[in-house]
């Protein structure tokens, strides 16, 4: 138990902000790309250099070092995530969801129309 909540309301709780999350940030540049997983990106960016490496086009540069930029961002997060984790233990959960509201409640604003 983590103050007034269980962990598995802190995880359902987190789940449905990370659903929100999921629908609220889509595209980086333009780009699109998955805000909580990193495979799909990881795919973008092996389709994008593959293609600067056959079309020679600034562009395909552009959009690579985009993906490689958010993929780099993800790992970060990761990296602090595990060293956060190693000294609040169970209260992780508590503040990947106190994180993710104010995410939302910030950037989720930016969204164009």
Do not use: C, W
Not at 58 to 74: E, T, W
């Amino acid at each position: 138990m983590i103050g007034v909540l269980h962990q598995s309301e802190l995880i359902l709780l987190l789940s449905f902000l990370i659903s929100i999350q999921a629908d609220t940030f889509t595209k980086v540049k333009g780009l699109p790309y998955t805000s909580i997983m990193t495979t799909g990106n990881i795919k973008n960016l092996g389709t994008h250099f593959a293609y600067l490496m056959m079309h020679k086009k600034k562009q395909h540069l552009q959009n690579s070092s985009v993906y490689l930029m958010i993929i780099f961002g993800f790992l970060f997060g990761a990296f602090l995530s595990y060293h956060i984790g190693t000294h609040l233990h169970i209260g992780t959960l508590l503040a990947s969801v106190i994180i993710t509201e104010i995410k939302i409640a910030f950037f989720g604003r930016l969204k164009p129309k």
